[in-house]
């Protein structure tokens, strides 16, 4: 990171880069894109966004938003898993009423 870079630089350029990672994941929502899609985008923003203000790299930058983007992948599986267990415990429950 340039050392000549204050604070408040620092401070407005994670900012900005917040902002514009947000934005990208809000257009990834309005644009009838799945969940898996949107979950990895928005990984990838997030993840690209916070390595590369970290460390003033836009190559770091680009791991960070690889690692992002598999950590919104691998979290959206997840969340399917959760879903279709609980629609299997829905289901399982509503067959087995007592008589």
């Known amino acids: 990171m340039n050392r000549n870079m204050t604070i408040t630089n620092c401070t407005r350029t994670a900012a900005l880069a917040l902002a514009g990672a947000l934005s990208m994941s809000a257009l990834a929502a309005d644009s009838g894109t799945s969940d898996t899609q949107r979950r990895t985008v928005t990984g990838a923003a997030i993840g690209g966004v916070v390595v590369g203000v970290a460390t003033g790299s836009a190559g770091w930058a680009a ?37």
């Open 63 to 99: 791991v960070g938003a690889v690692a992002g983007g598999t950590g919104g992948y691998l979290y959206d599986k997840n969340k399917k898993n959760e879903q279709k267990a609980y629609e299997k415990g829905v289901k399982d429950g509503q067959g087995s009423k007592p008589k």
